[in-house]
């Protein structure tokens, strides 16, 4: 075999071992635009996924896309789990985006982008479709500054 072969055939199996090893966790991974950058009081999200594996556990976050305008340093939410059995459980998230300086804590630069765990290692409890749905819980009727929310669900790491 030629050098050019063998470099090409090792380039080629490396490639393979890295594109194995790398294994996505996330079982859903998406977001809504908020209209205009500004979420009405009343304007619910809803995102649904399937769960096919409940034996192993899962880390569940919301995700949040912030713009310089929002004029506070936490974002309440209420969500509520709609689960393929059973009742629906509502609960409440309070999402710190700044310190008390005003520095956004999320990644970016104009845009900020963060996110919060609405449950960890996280057993579901049965297969089938779950629906997560969250509303802003700020006083404000049309609050902005709020782009785009997320729902990221992933298989813990533990």
Same mark, same amino acid.
């Given at each position: 075999?030629?050098?050019?072969?063998?470099?090409?055939?090792?380039?080629?199996?490396?490639?393979?071992?890295?594109?194995? $090893?790398? @294994?996505?966790?996330?079982?859903?991974? !998406?977001?809504?635009?908020? &209209?205009?950058? =500004?979420?009405?009081?009343?304007?619910?999200?809803?995102?649904?996924?399937?769960?096919?594996?409940?034996?192993?556990?899962?880390?569940?976050?919301?995700?949040?896309?912030?713009?310089?305008?929002?004029?506070?340093?936490?974002?309440?939410?209420?969500? $509520?789990? @709609?689960?393929?059995?059973?009742?629906? !459980?509502?609960?409440?998230? &309070?999402?710190? =985006?700044?310190?008390?300086?005003?520095?956004?804590?999320?990644?970016?630069?104009?845009?900020?982008?963060?996110?919060?765990?609405?449950?960890?290692?996280?057993?579901?409890?049965?297969?089938?479709?779950?629906?997560?749905?969250?509303?802003?819980?700020?006083?404000?009727?049309?609050?902005?500054?709020?782009?785009?929310?997320?729902?990221?669900?992933?298989?813990?790491?533990?």
């Amino acid at each position: 075999m030629s050098g050019i072969r063998i470099k090409g055939l090792l380039l080629a199996v490396i490639g393979c071992c890295l594109c194995l $090893s790398c @294994e996505n966790r996330a079982i859903y991974d !998406q977001y809504q635009v908020i &209209e205009n950058t =500004l979420w009405e009081k009343d304007r619910e999200y809803y995102f649904t996924f399937e769960v096919e594996d409940i034996s192993v556990p899962y880390t569940i976050t919301f995700e949040v896309r912030n713009n310089n305008l929002y004029p506070y340093q936490n974002l309440w939410i209420f969500f $509520s789990e @709609e689960k393929p059995v059973g009742p629906i !459980q509502r609960d409440t998230l &309070e999402c710190m =985006l700044a310190d008390d300086a005003g520095k956004w804590y999320g990644h970016g630069i104009s845009l900020y982008q963060s996110g919060f765990p609405v449950r960890t290692d996280y057993l579901f409890p049965h297969e089938g479709q779950y629906t997560f749905a969250f509303r802003q819980g700020m006083r404000n009727d049309a609050l902005k500054g709020i782009q785009e929310i997320g729902l990221r669900v992933e298989k813990s790491g533990r």
